[in-house]
């Protein structure tokens, strides 16, 4: 079955945050509005750039994340397009309340880049940095645009379209390299899924870094004469709800596949559009209500159920519940 | 520093207007914040109609002054201000704390002149912070390299507010980035909402934590004009650090009866209603 926007091979592993990086590099030339803010986050190369550059457009508050993110938001009241950098853990632990009522409140154009721990899959770091709650806790907050990338190309159209938008975004990223999925073709819209694979037996929603092993999974079913549509939900919020009832009901199965929690997660968010609107078996893969802990990426994988066998597995088990309930 | 008797008596004056169209909001709403608004009702008397460079005609003006006011429930003195400015209409008061009202519970950006949507405390000084940074980002600059802002910013906080860890968190980086066009004041009237700071928790020695933490730091008698205005004016002449003012200010202040209780957030009787409107003639 044809991989639509997909590299053949797979291209070259880099992290999101460099991608991101060379995004912002070009951004911060075209606009004078935006600033970047740290809270005693690793700088990356924009902020070299920064620093020679545009010095009083950028500022480091150190380990203080409240200030990090209300301080974005004064920016903001003074006009200027204020970016954000610090753990995604931390960000999200300390600073709810602020990106609640400073940022989304008011609607105020502050993007918060959630750096390094997004999601469980941090090597070595254990429970206290691995961020299993992000995407449960930021999608409740009214106004706040959610968004996943899932490899270096998407990483940085989302980082221009966010940009780009007025209005605040927090944009997740992983802290692993991931290996580019996407040619440089392939039509980004901020709210709307990208279907890679457009197979009719089961849906696969992924998001994030889990988006390549969802891909390795949809190979393992094909070679078992099972061919799922492949969804990958890179803006968590709006989500996109016409491409979930679509899955629903031209599939009649859904997988969703995410490295945070499943209560209240992405799988949370598609179980929401599918019982309202289209109700079929759903199963969700991604964290099942534990911390996490110290360990490469494949023994996390293995450990908390996020390999591409796992979720080849999930998918014949929906497809098994959508044949018994016919 | 001595100043024209005139403007002492106006804004005197002012403040008094400001008290007694409080009191009036509050008695349409049912409930308010009594205590705290008529505390700090002198500091913001003097910061919108004498220091800030403001116009109620375009508040969206990109230069213009700020004023975040971080104890964003005493919004009654401050929705007073505005009204009284020509923000907006002074009609707009007696819709104060109702459904569908412009005039929140607590201040909020969607009423013209409000720049902080607050009510959770702590997180003023901060939002105050980005404020006057913006002020400085690609401003032009003097002889020496140094940036001319192109606007002030102000913000008061509540001396309980600073219990909050983020009020120090936001007091560390505008000393350690020099931000010098940011001043704020703390309204020090001795009480939080269930009681004495003293009792509740120790913030003494107040100025000298501010001046630890790098800031610039003077204490007033917050209910002074004279005081009020001086530290104002040396507040604008002292680079490379921001400015602390303590107001040191009786809750409730403008009725005598009222004051030194801790009025915090109250429902306005009829009879204290009649005290306070006697008291502020």
């Known amino acids: ?326 | 520093m001595a100043y024209d008797e005139k403007l002492i008596k106006e804004l005197e004056g002012k403040a008094k207007i400001l008290r007694r169209d409080a009191i009036e909001m509050i008695k349409a709403g049912g409930f308010g914040w009594v205590g705290g608004s008529f505390s700090q009702a002198d500091i913001v008397t003097a910061l919108y109609f004498h220091r800030m460079k403001h116009d109620p005609q375009n508040p969206e003006w990109e230069d213009r002054d700020r004023l975040i006011v971080s104890k964003a429930h005493c919004c009654e003195t401050v929705y007073a201000a505005l009204g009284e400015a020509g923000y907006f209409p002074k009609e707009e008061f007696s819709s104060y704390g109702k459904f569908g009202a412009t005039l929140q519970a607590h201040t909020e950006r969607i009423v013209p002149g409000v720049e902080y949507s607050g009510g959770s405390l702590g997180q003023g000084l901060s939002f105050a912070l980005g404020e006057a940074l913006a002020a400085r980002i690609s401003a032009p600059k003097d002889k020496s390299g140094r940036p001319l802002p192109r606007f002030r910013v102000f913000c008061i906080l509540g001396d309980g507010e600073c219990d909050e860890g983020q009020v120090w968190e936001a007091a560390m980086a505008a000393a350690h980035y020099k931000v010098d066009n940011l001043t704020a004041f703390v309204d020090h009237n001795e009480f939080q909402s269930t009681g004495e700071i003293s009792v509740r928790m120790t913030l003494e020695p107040l100025p000298e934590k501010w001046r630890a933490f790098g800031w610039d730091v003077t204490e007033i008698d917050g209910h002074n004009f004279t005081e009020i205005l001086s530290s104002l004016e040396r507040a604008d002449k002292i680079l490379d650090k921001p400015h602390a003012i303590i107001a040191h200010t009786v809750k409730c202040k403008g009725v005598p009866s009222f004051e030194h209780k801790n009025l915090h957030f109250c429902k306005l009787t009829d009879d204290m209603y009649a005290e306070a409107m006697k008291a502020l003639k």
């Open chain 1, 1 to 326: 079955m044809k991989r639509n926007y997909v590299r053949e091979p797979l291209g070259e592993m880099k992290t999101m945050y460099e991608a991101y990086n060379e995004a912002m590099v070009e951004l911060a030339k075209k606009n004078s509005n935006i600033v970047l803010i740290y809270g005693d986050f690793a700088r990356g190369s924009v902020a070299e750039l920064f620093q020679k550059d545009y010095p009083d457009r950028i500022y480091d508050f150190g380990i203080a994340e409240a200030n990090v993110v209300t301080a974005a938001a004064g920016l903001a009241g003074g006009g200027k397009i204020p970016f954000t950098h610090a753990h995604a853990i931390f960000t999200v632990g300390r600073a709810y309340n602020q990106i609640r009522q400073n940022v989304a409140f008011d609607r105020l154009n502050v993007k918060i880049v959630l750096c390094a721990t997004a999601g469980v899959l941090v090597p070595f770091m254990g429970g206290s940095h691995q961020t299993i709650e992000d995407i449960a806790a930021l999608r409740v907050i009214p106004n706040l645009v959610l968004v996943s990338p899932a490899d270096p190309v998407e990483t940085k159209k989302i980082t221009r379209a966010v940009a780009e938008y007025v209005g605040p975004v927090a944009i997740r990223l992983s802290s692993s390299p991931v290996p580019t999925i996407y040619t440089e073709e392939y039509p980004f819209e901020l709210g709307k899924a990208v279907i890679l694979l457009d197979g009719g037996d089961a849906t696969i929603i992924a998001t994030g870094i889990m988006l390549v092993d969802s891909l390795e999974a949809a190979d393992i079913l094909a070679k078992q004469g099972i061919n799922v549509r492949l969804l990958d939900m890179h803006t968590i919020k709006p989500i996109d709800e016409k491409a979930i009832i679509s899955a629903a009901k031209e599939t009649g199965a859904i997988v969703t596949v995410e490295d945070g929690s499943i209560i209240g997660g992405l799988g949370g968010a598609v179980a929401e559009v599918v019982v309202e609107n289209y109700s079929v078996p759903v199963k969700r893969i991604g964290i099942r209500d534990r911390f996490g802990q110290s360990g490469t990426i494949d023994e996390l994988k293995k450990e908390y159920g996020l390999t591409a066998q796992d979720i080849a597995k999930a998918v014949k088990e929906v497809i098994e519940k959508k044949k018994s309930s016919r």
